[in-house]
């Protein structure tokens, strides 16, 4: 594994999947711990459980409360964040 997180799929692990070299792979982490690798349908959408659930979350709240609800973040709480984290947050940063 490289620094970053990339891996090296043996040619014949490739071929089995039918992937080319620079073809693309999906890794599922299974429930009982296993991992398994497939090649990516192009066409698949990955949809995060957790944050599919988070934005229902705030679809029923925005249909419940309207979107007035919607407010900017108080400069103060920012401060108060930045304060108590003491640390440098670069917002831009990769």
Excluded: C, W
Excluded at 21 to 40: A, L, W, Y
Excluded at 75 to 80: A, K, R
């Amino acid at each position: 594994m490289t620094e970053r997180g990339q891996t090296t799929v043996p040619a014949h692990i490739r071929k089995m999947l039918a992937v080319k070299k620079t073809g693309r792979v999906v890794f599922r982490g299974m429930p009982d711990g296993r991992v398994e690798i497939d090649r990516k349908d192009e066409n698949e959408v990955y949809t995060d459980p957790v944050i599919s659930k988070f934005l229902g979350f705030l679809e029923q709240d925005l249909k419940a409360r309207g979107k007035d609800a919607i407010r900017p973040v108080p400069q103060s709480f920012l401060d108060d964040y930045h304060e108590l984290s003491n640390l440098d947050i670069d917002l831009n940063a990769p």
